[in-house]
């Protein structure tokens, strides 16, 4: 599994994660996003209340995406992804 140095934090995660009232449970969340993101640890999903649980639902998908093109990127790019712009490339011209 590929460890991360970075990860981009968007402010829908922000918004999904602030509407949990108790601080604790709170920066619990964002601890969890960060592991997730950063380490691939997934967690306990059944230790987590019911709004940490829908908030990281959220937010799990656009990590999954992130992390995909960051593994794509460390193998040199994804072959579609190249082909596809080299169409495009070509008709503009």
Do not use: H, W
């Not at 460890?3 to 968007?10: E, G, I, L, V, W």
């Not at 509407?19 to 449970?25: P, Q, T």
Request: with cysteine; proline share 2%; charged share 25%.
């Amino acid at each position: 599994m590929l460890q991360r140095k970075q990860f981009t934090f968007y402010r829908s995660f922000f918004e999904a994660i602030s509407v949990i009232k108790v601080k604790a449970r709170r920066a619990e969340l964002y601890d969890i996003v960060c592991d997730y993101a950063l380490n691939g640890v997934l967690p306990e999903m059944e230790q987590l209340t019911d709004i940490q649980k829908s908030s990281l639902r959220l937010i799990m998908p656009v990590l999954d995406t992130a992390r995909q093109k960051a593994i794509a990127g460390a193998i040199g790019g994804s072959t579609s992804y190249a082909d596809d712009n080299s169409d495009a490339s070509s008709a503009q011209a």
